[in-house]
Nanobody, 121 residues
Framework: QVQLVESGGDSVQAGGSLRLSCAAS????????MAWFRQAPGKERERVAT???????SYPDSVKDRFTISRDNARNTLYLQMNSLKPDDTAMYYC???????????????WGQGTQVTVSS
């Protein structure tokens, strides 16, 4: 059974940094497409970073040049380095995995329970 456990969320001031981690199990991690999403109260879920099995990464403009996604296949762990944090980055952050290797998130994907990031001005 696929399990994803996020950690690293915290409260920080604007301009600060955080690194989120996601420990994965129950799948062949090295071939999975992995992603980070976030959702703030009253807002839709937003994808903030994706990394495929070839370590190709993509980001929306809202976080590009501030966030970096990476993966450690030896440790079955996904990371999200977040720099220059803004109050608008405040949200629950979720790790997602698609064990098929395809970067689809509406079906076939698994989700963690989330870790809270709060950025104060």
């Amino acid at each position: 059974q696929v399990q994803l456990v996020e950690s690293g969320g915290d409260s920080v001031q604007a301009g600060g940094s955080l690194r989120l981690s996601c420990a994965a199990s129950g799948m062949t991690y090295s071939i999975a497409c992995m992603a980070w999403f976030r959702q703030a109260p009253g807002k839709e879920r937003e994808r903030v970073a994706t990394i495929d099995s070839g370590r190709s990464a993509s980001y929306p403009d809202s976080v590009k040049d501030r966030f970096t996604i990476s993966r450690d296949n030896a440790r079955n762990t996904l990371y999200l380095q977040m720099n220059s944090l803004k109050p608008d980055d405040t949200a629950m952050y979720y790790c997602a995995a698609n064990p098929s290797g395809f970067c689809y998130w509406d079906r076939g994907a698994y989700w963690g329970q989330g870790t809270q990031v709060t950025v104060s001005s």
